[in-house]
């Protein structure tokens, strides 16, 4: 895959019991110009008729069956079969606007690695968020902005586009591991929207911000709980902060053995390992602290790990 000003846009649909949103969405997506190289609908076992729907609207669409079960798992399933250059995570309910790919897919051609969208910047708004979920809303952002140094200002908004090689680096549970006998697999569920957004700011990827116009769904009830969802982004963070951080001392940790086996003006020397000689692990130093300005979060880091555990 190679970066260009003309790349192939795969969209991902996930979807569970949207048959009747479908008739309206798929259609939608399909029209924008220029043409997306590919509409991957991923469905979660729907009841209601939702592959055979997908199918009769639009002939030409990939149908998957997700692996496990979540949305996590289900975008996680359709980023496996995208073929594009770009990626677009897009709902199946109808609040996203088909018409703003392009923005997303501009973003992105101009340099960013991730274009996140966001009802809160000039040119975004929202016509299906209450009082309650906007403010806590902002919480999350300052949350978040104070633990990976970021500046979101939409934290929890599901449109976003990405370059597909930047995959790799998002790390998402492999879609063929089997689902555990309980609960779900740590990405797959709805937390997947703000790992996402820990993930690639902890990569130090450019991010870039495009406003967005949320609709209301167009039939059916949504499945978002305030209290409890808002809870489970606050664990989320919690997890993805202790996750960065074990990731940067196993980089110093490599980085320190590399210099230590590299001799002056030399390649460095890998030792063959005694399989008779026990072999010791040196403990991790302890990650240095931020010296860039960022605001000191460790209240809040502190707050979250007891919320986590």
């Known amino acids: 895959m190679q970066r260009n ?9 996930p979807t569970r019991n949207e048959a009747r949103n479908l008739e309206v969405v798929l259609p939608a997506v399909a029209a924008i110009r220029p043409a997306v190289h590919e509409i991957i609908v991923v469905d979660g076992n729907s009841v209601d008729g939702t592959i055979e729907t997908a199918q009769r609207v639009l002939p030409w669409v990939k149908v998957i069956t997700q692996t496990r079960r979540g949305k996590g798992n289900a975008m996680a399933c ?12 897009f709902d199946a309910d109808g609040s ?3 018409a703003e790919i392009p923005a997303f897919v501009r973003a992105l051609v101009a340099g960013a690695d991730f274009a996140k969208g966001s009802r809160f910047v000039r040119g ?9 979920r906007k403010t806590g809303n902002a919480g999350l952002n300052g949350v978040a902005n104070a633990l990976f140094g970021t500046s979101y200002t939409d934290l929890c908004y599901g449109y976003n586009a990405f ?5 790799p680096d998002l790390d998402l549970p492999d ?5 555990p006998p309980q609960g779900m697999l740590w990405g797959d569920g709805f937390e997947i929207e703000t790992v996402l957004n820990c993930r690639v700011a902890a990569a130090a990827m450019k991010i870039t911000e495009v406003p967005s116009m949320e609709r209301e769904r167009i039939f059916g009830q949504t499945n978002l709980r305030t209290f409890a969802d808002g809870s489970r982004v606050l664990r989320t963070l919690a997890a993805e902060h202790r996750r960065a951080a074990r990731k940067r001392v196993e980089r110093a940790h490599m980085e320190e053995q590399s210099r230590a086996l590299t ?4 390649l460095p020397v890998v030792p063959q390992a005694d399989p008779a000689t026990p072999q010791v692990n040196r403990p991790p130093a302890t990650p240095p602290r931020p010296t860039d300005g960022r605001r000191d979060a460790s209240h809040l880091r502190l707050a979250l790990e007891e919320e986590a555990s």
């Open 5 to 13: 000003g003309n790349p192939r846009v795969s969209v991902v649909v």
């Open 78 to 89: 359709g980023f496996a079969a995208a073929t594009g250059d770009v990626i677009v995570m």
């Open 96 to 98: 996203a606007d088909p």
């Open 263 to 266: 001799p002056p003006g030399g």
């Open 124 to 132: 975004g708004g929202s016509d299906d968020i209450t009082l309650l």
């Open 163 to 167: 370059w597909a090689d930047i995959l």
């Open 175 to 179: 879609i063929s591991l089997p689902a």
